[in-house]
C-alpha cells in the first residue's frame, strides 16, 4: 500500500510538473539565451540547444501538451473499452457479439499504420487520440469482458438481483466498481501506450513543429549536438521515461490492490 | 527413523501496513506422526497463521519477526519458500471453488499438487476421499458442487503424499459420511506426514487431533448448538411451495426431479444431503437464480415466477439467498456497511440514512458490531458469512434461503446466528437451511432430505437417526 502510494505520489509529481512546467521555467524556452551547444553549467543548468536555447526551460516547458494529449487519448481508449467490455461480457445477444468482431478487426491491423495513416491525414493530436483509441480499446475490451463474465455469477451480484437490481444498474454498481483496480491498471497501460505514440510520431516528424518545445522533438533536434552537449538528448528522454515509468508502476499496484490475495 | 523435528514455527507475527498487529507472536510444533488442530472464533487470524507459515500472506501483510524451520532447516521467505511450498507441503484452502482453475478438468487440477502425482494416485486420492473418479475425472470446477469441489481441492494437497499436510476449513462443505472419510485418511496417512488442520468442528478435531491449539479470546467450551428444539411457533399457512420442480444443468441430467416442497411461515426447515446431489440447486431454484424447467413455485398462494427478472419487486424482496461461499459474496469495493445499507434501501425503500441505521443493527445482531467500516478483504471467511446473513436480513424477508451459512463459523457465532434466526421464525420468518451439520440440523422443526432428486420429508421436529448408515456411496440420479 505504502508502495503504492509513492508510485501515485511520484506520477502525480512528475504529471504536474510536466502541465504547468512552462510556468515554472526559470527563462523564456524560444529565446536564445548562450552560444550553440553550451555545455551543462555553463549557460544555464542543463546548457543550450543547437539553437542556443535554454534546455531545461525546454524541457520544463515542453511536456504538457505531449502528456496532456496522451491523458485525454488513454481516457477516450479505456472509456470507450470498459464501455463495451461491461456490454459485451454481460449481454449474449447481436449486438455484443458484432462488438466483439468489430474489436478483433482493429486489433488484427497494427496499430502504428493507423496511427501514421491518420497523422498524413490530420493534426498530430487527433492523430494520437485515434491510433490509441483503436489500438487500446479492443484490448481493454477483452479484459474488462472476461472480468465482467467471472464477475457475473459472483455471490454480490446474485445478491444484487435477488433485492431486485437491474441491468444497468447491476454494471454500475456491481460489477465496475468491483473492476476498479483492474480498469486503473488498464488505463495506466494505454496512457503509456499514448505517450509511446505521440513521441514516436513527433520522433518522426508528425507531431509538435519547431520552434515548438517537445520532448520527442527535442531528442530528434539535439541529437547531433549530443557530443557536445548530452544533457539536450538525455534530459527529455529522461523525463519521457520518468512519465512512463511512473504511470506502469501506479497501473501495476493498482491492479493488485483489489486481489483478494487467494494462495492458488 | 528421523528424530528431527518437523515443522517449529518460532514465534511469528503478522503485521499490516500501518504497523497494526494482526497475529501476535506465535509459535508452535508439528512433529511427523502428528495432527495439530488450531481453532478459536472467526477473524482471530487462524488462516492468517497458515499463509504466515507459508509465506503466502496476501498483499499488505507482512511476517513482521519469527522464523518457520522445516527438519531444523529455516524456510527462508520469497524463493526458498516457494519451492518448500511446491515439494513438501500440500495446502488445502478455506475457498476450495476458487483456488481450482476454472479452465482444468479434475484429473489435471490433482496432478498440480506438490509431489506430482500420477494418474494411479490421483484416482485413488478421489475414491478414498468418496468421490466418483470416472465421474469427476473431465469435468471442470464449474461443474462441481461446493462439497465436491473441496473434496477436490482436499485430493490435490494428499494425492503426491506430501510431508506436510496444512488444511484450512476441510471440513466445511462436508456431510457426516464423508467426514468420517476425511477422518479415516489423516489417521491412514499420520504416520507419513505432520498435519495442520483449522477447524471449527469441535466433534472432528476430537477425532483426529492429537493436540487442539486455540488461538487468540478466552477458553470457553460453550453448550452444544443441538441443545433443544425450538417451541412450536409454527403455523400451518404454507408461506413458500414448489410442487413438482425439474431443473437441470446444461450437458447433464436434471439433478432435481419432481421436488416438491412446502415451507410454512416460522418454520426452520434444514435439508440435508448427499454432496453433489442438488442441495445448492434447489435453493438457486426456488430464488430464482437458476430457473427450474417445470414445476410450480407459489409464494403466499399466489404464482411465483421461476425466473427472477419476472418477479415483482414484492415477491423479489420476500425471498433471500445467502449464498454457500463467503469468499465472493461481498463487493470488494464497498464497506460491509454500504452492502447491507444498499439492500435495505433497494428492496425496502428505506432513506439513506434510515438503512445506515437498520445496517448497522443488523449487523450488530449478526455479532459483528461495528463491521460497518470494514472492507470485506479486512474480513474473515467466517465475519463476510455474517455479512452476507445480515445483507439478505436487510431486505426484511418472508422466506430465507441459507446454503451452509454455519459452515465457516466458529461455535459461539453458530450459536449467535441460529438464536438470531429463531427470534426471527418466532416473527413469522420461514428458513430453509441447507447444512452438513448434525448439532445445527437438530435445531429445526423439521427436516428434509434430499436424494435421488427428491425430498423426502423427515418426521417434523426429530433429527434423522438414520444419518450414520448414510453411507457416502449412495447413488446419486445421474
Given at each position: 500500500m505504502s508502495r503504492f502510494l509513492a508510485a501515485t505520489g511520484v506520477l502525480g509529481a512528475v504529471v504536474a510538473l510536466a502541465v504547468l512546467g512552462g510556468h515554472v521555467a526559470p527563462r523564456d524556452p524560444s529565446a536564445v539565451v548562450g552560444p550553440p551547444y553550451s555545455a551543462p553549467g555553463e549557460t544555464g543548468l542543463l546548457g543550450t540547444d543547437g539553437l542556443g536555447r535554454d534546455v531545461l526551460s525546454r524541457v520544463l516547458a515542453g511536456g504538457s501538451d505531449l502528456v496532456l494529449v496522451s491523458l485525454l487519448a488513454a481516457l477516450a481508449a479505456t472509456t470507450i473499452g470498459v464501455a463495451g467490455g461491461l456490454l459485451t461480457g454481460w449481454s449474449d445477444g447481436w449486438t455484443a457479439r458484432s462488438l466483439i468482431s468489430a474489436a478483433d478487426v482493429l486489433l488484427a491491423v497494427p496499430q502504428l499504420l493507423i496511427a501514421l495513416v491518420a497523422a498524413v491525414a490530420m493534426p498530430g493530436p487527433a492523430a494520437v487520440v485515434i491510433a490509441t483509441v483503436c489500438g487500446g480499446s479492443p484490448l481493454t475490451l477483452r479484459v474488462v469482458r472476461d472480468a465482467t463474465r467471472l464477475t457475473r455469477g459472483a455471490g454480490f451480484v446474485e445478491a444484487a438481483r435477488c433485492r431486485g437490481e437491474r441491468g444497468p444498474v447491476l454494471l454500475t454498481r456491481e460489477v465496475l466498481p468491483s473492476l476498479t483496480g483492474l480498469v486503473t491498471a488498464d488505463a495506466g497501460m494505454r496512457f503509456v501506450m499514448a505517450i509511446q505514440l505521440a513521441s514516436a510520431l513527433s520522433l518522426l516528424g508528425f507531431g509538435a513543429q519547431p520552434p515548438e518545445a517537445d520532448w520527442a522533438l527535442m531528442i530528434r533536434e539535439n541529437l547531433p549536438g549530443s557530443g557536445l552537449n548530452a544533457a539536450g538528448v538525455l534530459a527529455p528522454a529522461l523525463v519521457l521515461a520518468a512519465v512512463a515509468g511512473a504511470a506502469a508502476a501506479t497501473a501495476a499496484h493498482a491492479g493488485r490492490r483489489t486481489n483478494t490475495g487467494r494462495l492458488a | 527413523m528421523n528424530d528431527a523435528p518437523g515443522l517449529t514455527v518460532d514465534g511469528i507475527a503478522v503485521h499490516d501496513t500501518a504497523g497494526n498487529v494482526v497475529l501476535p507472536a506465535t509459535s508452535l510444533r508439528v512433529d511427523r506422526g502428528e495432527i495439530v488442530a488450531i481453532t478459536g472464533p472467526s477473524g482471530c487470524g487462524k488462516s492468517t497463521l497458515l499463509r504466515a507459515i507459508l509465506d503466502a500472506l496476501p498483499d499488505g501483510l507482512t511476517r513482521a519477526e519469527g522464523a518457520v524451520s522445516w527438519r531444523s532447516e529455516t524456510v527462508h521467505s520469497g524463493r526458498p519458500a516457494r519451492r518448500w511450498r511446491r515439494h513438501t507441503v500440500g495446502f488445502l484452502g478455506q475457498d476450495p471453488a476458487g483456488a481450482l482453475n476454472p479452465a482444468h478438468p479434475v484429473h489435471r487440477l490433482v496432478a498440480e499438487g506438490p509431489g506430482a502425482p500420477g494418474p494411479f494416485a490421483i484416482r485413488s486420492a478421489l475414491e478414498r476421499l468418496g468421490l466418483d473418479a470416472d465421474e469427476l475425472w473431465?469435468?471442470?470446477?464449474?461443474?462441481?458442487s461446493g462439497g465436491q469441489a473441496q473434496r477436490v481441492a482436499f485430493a490435490r494437497a494428499m494425492a503426491g503424499d506430501p510431508e506436510l499436510l496444512i488444511l484450512d476449513e476441510p471440513t466445511s462443505a462436508l456431510d457426516t459420511g464423508t467426514l468420517g472419510l476425511v477422518v479415516d485418511l489423516l489417521a491412514a496417512r499420520r504416520a507419513r506426514c505432520a498435519t495442520i488442520v483449522v477447524s471449527h468442528d469441535r466433534a472432528f478435531t476430537g477425532r483426529v487431533a492429537d493436540r487442539v491449539l486455540r488461538l487468540g479470546g478466552h477458553d470457553r467450551s460453550p453448550g452444544s448448538p443441538g441443545s433443544g428444539s425450538r417451541g412450536g411457533t409454527v403455523s400451518g399457512d404454507a408461506v413458500l411451495s414448489a410442487s413438482r420442480l425439474v431443473v437441470g444443468h446444461p450437458g447433464r441430467g436434471?439433478?432435481?426431479?419432481?421436488t416438491s416442497l412446502d415451507l410454512c411461515r416460522g418454520e426452520l426447515a434444514v435439508v440435508l444431503g448427499e454432496s453433489g446431489g442438488g442441495k445448492t440447486t434447489l435453493l438457486r431454484a426456488l430464488a430464482g437464480l437458476h430457473p427450474a424447467a417445470s414445476g410450480e413455485l407459489r409464494l403466499d398462494g399466489g404464482h411465483l415466477p421461476a425466473r427472477l427478472g419476472e418477479r415483482t419487486r414484492r415477491q423479489l424482496r420476500a425471498v433471500q439467498l445467502i449464498a454457500q461461499n463467503p469468499a465472493d459474496a461481498l463487493n470488494p469495493a464497498y464497506r460491509a456497511g454500504t452492502s447491507v445499507a444498499r439492500t435495505a434501501r433497494v428492496a425496502r425503500g428505506l432513506s439513506r440514512s434510515a438503512a445506515r441505521a437498520h445496517a448497522s443493527e443488523l449487523l450488530t445482531a449478526v455479532g459483528l458490531p461495528g463491521a460497518d467500516r470494514h472492507f470485506p478483504r479486512e474480513l474473515s471467511g467466517g465475519q463476510r458469512q455474517r455479512v452476507a446473513i445480515a445483507r439478505a436480513l436487510a431486505a426484511g424477508p418472508d422466506v430465507l434461503l441459507a446454503d451452509e451459512i454455519t459452515s465457516a463459523l466458529d461455535e459461539e457465532a453458530v450459536l449467535g446466528v441460529l438464536g438470531l434466526l429463531d427470534d426471527l421464525c418466532g416473527n413469522g420468518l420461514a428458513v430453509l437451511l441447507v447444512t452438513h451439520d448434525r448439532d445445527v440440523a437438530a435445531r429445526a422443526d423439521r427436516t428434509l432430505r434430499l436424494r435421488g432428486g427428491r425430498l423426502d420429508a423427515g418426521p417434523?421436529?426429530?433429527?434423522?437417526?438414520s444419518e450414520d448408515t448414510v453411507a457416502a456411496h449412495d447413488t446419486i440420479a445421474p
Open positions: - | 473431465r469435468r471442470r470446477p464449474g461443474q462441481l436434471p439433478v432435481l426431479e419432481g417434523g421436529n426429530t433429527t434423522d437417526r
